[in-house]
């Protein structure tokens, strides 16, 4: 914990209250996609801390950047998986 | 005719007229109250007109002379010495002087008098020493061993405890309980005059070196001097007992409460329930603080670790012909936001994966900020210089570590059931806390030995060397589960016995040249989410079992001050309930059903009211509550009592159907809906985690690697 300067969670916790305006006006189902987004920024705080950033929720859009390539990875490798299983049960039927 | 005896000293104060009184144990087991010539002195520095000065308004007061010591942060300095030949008198002196001159710069004036004593003499409390007496005076003192002493031998000290029941506040007690050795008394409070003459007796008889009590501080003592003002409890008779007032205070970001005081002279009073450590510590723990400080004991159970420590840096600087300043000088230097905005920032916290974790070892590094402090040098008085010899913060702190280490080693070689374990733990303890409040008081704003940028060289290297381990499990193929300021959770595939972390651990230890130790091997780890989202990674908040089955667990409510005996004793079923399994998910039905079981007696009314007593910690006045909150009804409940309510107090009170009652209520009284929710949301905090693999998986997703 800093002495003078708050703790990157607290200023995380005041950015997002800051957003409440921006949250209410999305839909319902956008509204959790947000919130997925930001609970994501949660995971990389030191990170982000480290970052020295004068403004650190530039870093925090970074870390929420770097869930969402690892889910499109974990994706990719999904699909991947999942298409070799197909051309496999097809050639079982051919 | 002079006697010379080996014993220990045990406090030294000041009578009313100024002489020191030292207090010595034979080893014969004869108790000395012995006068000592003890002349003291301190100094002012500034102006050299108005040293002058001040020297002309001392005359007749104190001896002056002029002097060049040598200040921590400035260097030499010349000083006008005061010296006073009566040490009881030197407080008011200076208190005088420095009102006529708050212009000068005060040293060693406020310094606590054991401290002194053991910095000039070298005889430090509760150590072995050789002494001289010719029965009214002490003429002579040498120290047998050193404060630093591993195995110090120990003063056959008797104790007497009294119960005065469980809050006299409350419920005021009709009979006292007085325990000698294995002789327990039973006295009637009423009538006041056989329990005073009973009591005093006992005194004379048993002639306790310790009197250990329960509200002694804030009741017994206070009640005896109301109704009985010429009943004196001290050893020496020409003191009377000294009583300092209850204060509230905020400290490490809460509100804390410290009772009155009740002080003995040529004996020691321990309240239990007023001395912050003492129940963790015990008194092998209290002897080794006040043997390590240089404080008194009956000071060094009531006050903060930062008091010892801050005592322990006295001793160095007085060692040392350093002078120790009355009030800090320093101010923090002006820097730059981008400087305050790297810099000014605690421990690395790195977020847990959440979610269950089979086979973790935990790595711990050994007291890493001290071992920092030690390593690098860090100071006020050493700060941005590279070849610096060792600073007055480094030197303090080394025989600490160093003992604290042996101890910890000692008690690993014990078998778990040996009858020296209570007393180690209780000294290793109190040697931790010592080196825990050490950093802070690095940062202290009011520390006289602190400076903010050493504060924060501290938490700077100490993410550095953390970033460092991180990078050393990785390369070596582990993955890092969860950092917290000074322990690592790693995992490898294939990697279970301890022997599989040894390399890391040498590693680690190789590359930040800090001790690091493993805690252990988790058979299963399970780091929870937060409560509001459960997407939301929370630091040091898990549960797990060893490999040898024991548990750990950070952050449940099984933790908190404020739980339950009952919840609390559901959440400790469900764990070890969890613990029988290879993986606690298997076990998620069985714990359910416990819960549920649990849940069924309360709803019966079959669970005894104490089990059902809820704590909460008073943060405020209160009048100052606006909305009546369980704390806020209990506050107002105790005052309607009669009994005085300050911020930081620790009330007592069961939830019933009209709200909160402080005094346990009948069981058709009862809020046992409220209490079957509190037990319902413990078993989810600990099971709603452990869901069937499949929906965990879709949950958390993004933390599957």
């Given at each position: 914990?800093?002495?003078?300067?708050?703790?990157?969670?607290?200023?995380?916790?005041?950015?997002?209250?800051?957003?409440?305006?921006?949250?209410?006006?999305?839909?319902?189902?956008?509204?959790?996609?947000?919130?997925?987004?930001?609970?994501?920024?949660?995971?990389h705080l030191a990170a982000v801390s480290a970052s020295g950033a004068l403004l650190p929720f530039e870093a925090a859009l970074l870390a929420m950047l770097l869930e969402q390539a690892r889910q499109v990875e974990q994706l990719s490798r999904q699909v991947t998986m999942l298409e070799e299983e197909l051309a496999r049960l097809r050639g079982h039927e051919d | 005719?002079?006697?010379?005896?080996?014993?220990?000293?045990?406090?030294?104060?000041?009578?009313?007229?100024?002489?020191?009184?030292?207090?010595?144990?034979?080893?014969?087991?004869?108790?000395?109250?012995?006068?000592?010539?003890?002349?003291?002195?301190?100094?002012?520095?500034?102006?050299?007109?108005?040293?002058?000065?001040?020297?002309?308004?001392?005359?007749?007061?104190?001896?002056?002379?002029?002097?060049?010591?040598?200040?921590?942060?400035?260097?030499?300095?010349?000083?006008?010495?005061?010296?006073?030949?009566?040490?009881?008198?030197?407080?008011?002196?200076?208190?005088r002087l420095a009102q006529a001159?708050?212009?000068?710069?005060?040293?060693?004036?406020?310094?606590?008098?054991?401290?002194?004593?053991?910095?000039?003499?070298?005889?430090?409390?509760?150590?072995?020493?050789?002494?001289?007496?010719?029965?009214?005076?002490?003429?002579?003192?040498?120290?047998?061993?050193?404060?630093?002493e591993m195995q110090a031998a120990l003063p056959p000290l008797r104790v007497m405890e009294i119960d005065c029941g469980d809050d006299p506040f409350l419920h005021p007690p009709r009979e006292i309980a007085v325990c000698c050795g294995r002789r327990r008394y039973h006295f009637a409070l009423q009538p006041l005059r056989a329990f005073l003459v009973n009591l005093q007796a006992l005194l004379n008889i048993?002639?306790?070196?310790?009197?250990?009590?329960?509200?002694?501080?804030?009741?017994l003592f206070p009640?005896?001097?109301e109704r009985a003002p010429l009943f004196n409890p001290n050893r020496d008779e020409q003191m009377k007992v000294e009583f300092r007032r209850e204060r509230s205070l905020f400290a490490y970001?809460?509100?804390?409460?410290?009772?009155?005081?009740?002080?003995?002279?040529?004996?020691?009073?321990?309240?239990?329930?007023?001395?912050?450590?003492?129940?963790?510590?015990?008194?092998?723990?209290?002897?080794?603080?006040?043997?390590?400080?240089?404080?008194?004991?009956?000071?060094?159970?009531?006050?903060?670790?930062?008091?010892?420590?801050?005592?322990l840096q006295m001793q160095t600087a007085l060692r040392e012909g350093v002078l120790v300043p009355a009030v800090k000088q320093q101010a923090e230097t002006t820097r730059t936001l981008t400087s305050l905005i790297r810099y000014d920032k605690g421990g690395m916290v790195y977020q847990p994966l959440v979610g269950v974790h089979h086979d973790v070892a935990e790595l711990d590094f050994a007291s890493m900020y001290p071992a920092i402090m030690v390593r690098y040098n860090i100071s006020p008085e050493t700060l941005n210089q590279s070849d610096a010899p060792p600073g007055l913060i480094p030197r303090t702190l080394q025989p600490l570590l160093v003992k604290r280490l042996a101890l910890k080693q000692c008690l690993r070689a014990l078998d778990r059931?040996?009858?020296?374990?209570?007393?180690?733990?209780?000294?290793?303890?109190?040697?931790?806390?010592?080196?825990?409040?050490?950093?802070?008081?690095?940062?202290?704003?009011?520390?006289?030995?602190?400076?903010?940028?050493?504060?924060?060289?501290?938490?700077?290297?100490?993410?550095?060397?953390?970033?460092?381990?991180?990078?050393?499990?990785?390369?070596?193929?582990?993955?890092?589960?969860?950092?917290?300021?000074?322990?690592?959770?790693?995992?490898?595939?294939?990697?279970?016995?301890?022997?599989?972390?040894?390399?890391?651990?040498?590693?680690?230890?190789?590359?930040?040249g800090i001790g690091v130790t493993?805690?252990?091997?988790?058979?299963?780890?399970?780091?929870?989410?937060?409560?509001?989202?459960?997407r939301i990674p929370v630091a040091n908040r898990y549960f797990g079992v060893f490999q040898d089955g024991s548990l750990k667990y950070r952050g449940i409510a099984l933790r908190r001050h404020d739980t339950c005996l009952y919840v609390a004793e559901t959440q400790l079923e469900i764990l070890h309930c969890l613990a029988r399994a290879d993986d606690p998910c298997e076990q998620r039905e069985t714990a359910w059903a416990l819960a549920g079981r649990r849940i069924q007696r309360l709803q019966r009314g079959e669970v005894p009211a104490d089990a059902l007593q809820m704590a909460v910690k008073l943060s405020r006045d209160p009048q100052a509550f606006r909305r009546p909150s369980a704390a806020a009804q209990a506050a107002r409940q105790f005052q309607a009592q009669g009994v005085t309510v300050r911020p930081g107090m620790r009330l007592f009170f069961w939830f019933t159907r009209q709200g909160v009652s402080i005094a346990p209520p009948p069981p058709e009284e009862m809020d046992w809906d409220r209490y079957a929710r509190l037990v319902l949301r413990a078993a989810g905090e600990l099971l709603d985690i452990l869901r069937p693999a499949q929906k965990n998986r879709q949950f958390y997703l993004p933390l599957l690697r």
């Open positions: 914990m800093g002495r003078t300067v708050p703790t990157i969670t607290r200023q995380l916790n005041e950015t997002e209250t800051m957003l409440q305006s921006f949250r209410r006006t999305l839909r319902r189902t956008d509204q959790t996609l947000l919130d997925g987004l930001l609970a994501s920024a949660h995971r | 005719m002079k006697i010379e005896s080996t014993g220990w000293l045990m406090d030294i104060y000041t009578r009313p007229g100024g002489e020191l009184i030292c207090w010595l144990l034979g080893e014969d087991g004869r108790r000395w109250l012995l006068r000592m010539d003890f002349p003291v002195t301190f100094y002012a520095a500034g102006r050299a007109a108005d040293l002058r000065q001040a020297w002309r308004f001392l005359s007749g007061q104190a001896r002056c002379s002029r002097a060049t010591r040598r200040d921590l942060m400035e260097g030499e300095r010349t000083v006008l010495a005061v010296t006073v030949d009566l040490p009881g008198r030197l407080h008011s002196i200076y208190q001159f708050p212009q000068l710069d005060y040293y060693d004036a406020d310094l606590p008098l054991s401290v002194r004593f053991a910095a000039q003499s070298g005889v430090s409390l509760l150590v072995r020493c050789r002494f001289e007496t010719d029965g009214q005076q002490l003429l002579g003192l040498q120290p047998l061993e050193s404060a630093w048993y002639d306790p070196d310790v009197i250990l009590t329960r509200f002694g501080d804030t009741w009640f005896l001097n970001g809460q509100v804390l409460y410290r009772g009155a005081q009740a002080l003995l002279f040529g004996r020691w009073h321990i309240d239990r329930c007023n001395a912050l450590l003492f129940g963790e510590i015990g008194l092998a723990g209290a002897l080794e603080l006040a043997r390590v400080s240089g404080l008194g004991v009956q000071e060094a159970v009531r006050k903060s670790p930062g008091a010892g420590i801050t005592a059931r040996d009858s020296r374990v209570g007393d180690l733990k209780g000294r290793q303890t109190a040697l931790k806390w010592l080196l825990v409040v050490c950093f802070g008081y690095l940062g202290y704003k009011n520390a006289r030995f602190g400076r903010v940028e050493s504060h924060e060289a501290v938490t700077a290297i100490s993410r550095e060397l953390l970033l460092q381990a991180k990078e050393s499990a990785e390369e070596m193929g582990f993955t890092v589960l969860h950092m917290y300021v000074d322990s690592l959770f790693v995992k490898r595939e294939g990697a279970r016995r301890e022997e599989d972390f040894l390399s890391l651990v040498e590693e680690i230890q190789a590359k930040t493993l805690e252990g091997v988790y058979r299963w780890l399970v780091f929870l989410p937060a409560r509001r989202d459960q």
